[in-house]
């Protein structure tokens, strides 16, 4: 979201004694190899074997060199208004901001929908996503190709086109125009939108029962230790057990029992705090300060509820007579049924408190224990994993959130301490603890988990660079981890595993469990590659080159057949943004650590857009990706001038590739990627 967009603005990078760390894909030791490597050896053998006659070609294999290189044909860098993919590809939108649910296309333009109207329409900032399979009956199929529910996250907003005339504010910044902050708030939070593919191409469902918004509006309710707990007491729910929406949802995560998981990331920007008292580490810790003033100052709207929510200050005799704890409300992993609207989504305060990216799952394997991996995006914050107390039983597959009651309110938070020698521990954070005692301010688990920065600070955690997007190749186990930049760290606070002071173009971090138990306390790790544009030869430690050079890693998923895609959000005016606009690029992760990767580009997006979310199809023939907040810095004094627009895309639905003349106002979009001779994507 904006907080994290505009901190890639320098290029001066130090790169220290990267070549020489032990951590680095090429230097590390053989000794960190374990017995998935025997598996993996097994898999370019299956992948090849599945699409026999693909283009997939092992060129170096597992032995020293490079790895596997995937079927595709290369794009080039563009700065073009448009989408661009290989010429035998083709892409169109399923759905963009503002569009009805159960309709396609655009009925109307951005700013003449209302504020209600919007809370039934497709959000803004369309990020994660996960694409449930349907039967023709309507139950979840994982093996459905033709019809599906997508979940998708609505991350935040391009405020300035949801209004005539950008947002309304008076000379103290108040808003003065209710309906525009409840059009802001219902373009916010999650969309559960069913899909069907008629004459072979998917579109929305018209009448679909099962498509629906939650919004920061929607009734959720808490589950887990925080549940009840004095931190979220409200004057909305004076017992502390629900809470109203969700906010800021970036990354993803998804359950082998049929539900979405979606993240809480930067929700703190969103509140005035006109409070006297200086904030506990509970919002300190997540950036609230004392005075601090919204993003978009909801809290001004006016005195009814759905303002006065997003005012932090202390009016009322006590908790649950103001909103002082709302701030504690968010940052959570909430899960949702995705075809059960009467199942209330639940905030599972087990995953923790943070700028939560994601929640993603490891393999699952029946009898065995499982995790969910978790990257919480400021600087020098901290990777984790969630690991239930329960082993997975088969039969609790499609069992919906009460099956998450019995896996995720009860399981062991971790965080991760990198190092120097390629080795690494997962640290438990529970009360009682190591460090997390009442004498240090960790009463109860309820307290580490509203506190959980704090805690993985008393810990003695690695402090990372942002970490973003966490993937897990399901064909090995590995798991991978965007680390999208961080200018802020300086030579003496580099370390192995975030080795570059001022590191503006980000890297990608492996890591694998000891015994390939997503359980395991131990793993090893490398950096899997370092971002850079190719023409900064200081910067470009894994040796980049024009055709897939980028920047600031961001989301990233392995898919089911092992290859790995990986999309940016760059800056937009640093030396990889003034080359190219954010990208998706694809690659094979070698089955060794020290084997370079060959990764191609595969899809370039439009002018000031970011590229975010990613799923396809059992058959590996549809993929379904977002492109996020294209034309973000037109100013609002330009919103009536449409040739002035940073950008205009979509300029053609049926055609994402095309351009054209500015007209209306830019969307972000959910994009249909199909090869042209209806193949299998990647090969
Ligand atoms: Fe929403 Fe950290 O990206
Ligand atoms: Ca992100
Ligand atoms: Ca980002």
Known sequence: MSLDRHEHDTENVDHGDVLNSPNYFGNVLSATMNRREVMRGGLSAAVAASFAGSALSACGGDGPGSGAVVGTKNVARSKDDRVVIPSDYSAYVLFATGDLLNAAGADKELDAITGTEMASRAGDHHDGMYFFGLSAAGALDKNSNDRGVIAINFENINQQFLHANGPTADASGNRTVADEVVKEINAHGVGLIEVKKNAGKFEVVSGSALSRRITPETEAKFAGPVAGSKW?????????LTSRGTLNNCAYGYTPWGTYLTCEEN?????????????????????ISKGQKGSYRWATAGSDDRFARWQLNTVGADASADYRNEANTFGWVVEIDPINAAATPVKRTTFGRMAHECAYPSIITAGKKFAFYQGDDARFEYVYKFVPNKAWDASDANGGVSAGDKYLNDGVLYVAKYNADGTGTWIPLVAGTGALTAANGFADQAEVLVKTRAAADAAGATKMDRPEWCSVDHTTGDVYITLTNNTSRTATQVDAANPRANNTFGHIMRMREAGNDPA???????????????????????????????????????????????????????DMGKLCNNQMLVTIPPSSF?????IKRFLVGPSECEITGIDMTPDGKTMFMNIQHPGEETKAADVNTPANYTSAWPYDRSDATKAGTKVSRPRSATLVITKKDGGVIGF
Not at 232 to 240: A, I, L, N, P, Q
Not at 275 to 283: F, K, L
């Open 594 to 598: 020290e084997v370079k990767p060959v």
């Open 232 to 240: 979220v007491k409200t004057k909305h729910s004076t017992d502390g």
């Open 267 to 287: 929700w703190a920007g969103y509140f005035d705090n006109a409070s006297d008292a200086t904030p506990g580490v509970e919002y300190s810790r997540y950036g």
């Open 520 to 574: 395991a306390t131990s793993f090893t790790w490398t950096i899997f590659v370092f971002g850079s544009p190719s023409t900064n030869a200081a910067s470009n430690l894994s040796e980049l080159t024009a055709d897939n050079d980028f920047a600031s890693p961001d989301g990233l998923w392995n898919d089911p057949r092992g290859l790995m895609w990986i999309q940016t959000d760059n800056g937009h005016t640093n």
